[in-house]
């Protein structure tokens, strides 16, 4: 049995790009995550039993909006290792898109599970 907590289209705006240019403005990120949960206490009543969302919110915002990166696969290994450090769970998986990068396509980004 697993419980799982997420966030899903979290807006979060940033400076990434591989190029000067890409970074050298805010570009609107979408964040889903999802968070394995570690041990069996969550069904009682208690958010010290659990992750608080809004917590994760703060963490990736805080992030994404103070730190500029050329690679979202950069700015989600430093989320996860942020989120890891204030917290124990068993896995992690964050889906990071960006938005009209290929003009042939909505959304391109990628996926980590650790």
């Given at each position: ?55 994760i919110?703060k ?20 989320i996860?290792e ?33």
């Amino acid at each position: 049995m697993s419980n799982f907590i997420f966030l899903e289209n979290l807006k979060v705006k940033s400076n990434i790009g591989v190029t000067l240019k890409e970074r050298s403005k805010k570009q609107p990120l979408r964040f889903d995550v999802q968070i394995e949960l570690k041990g069996k206490k969550l069904f009682k009543d208690d958010i010290n039993n659990t992750i608080d969302y809004a917590e994760i919110e703060k963490i990736i915002t805080n992030v994404a909006t103070n730190n500029q990166f050329k690679l979202l696969e950069t700015l989600g290994e430093i989320i996860i290792e942020t989120i890891r450090k204030q917290y124990s769970f068993k896995s992690i998986k964050i889906k990071i898109a960006k938005n009209k990068i290929i003009k042939s396509t909505e959304f391109v980004g990628l996926i980590i599970e650790r």
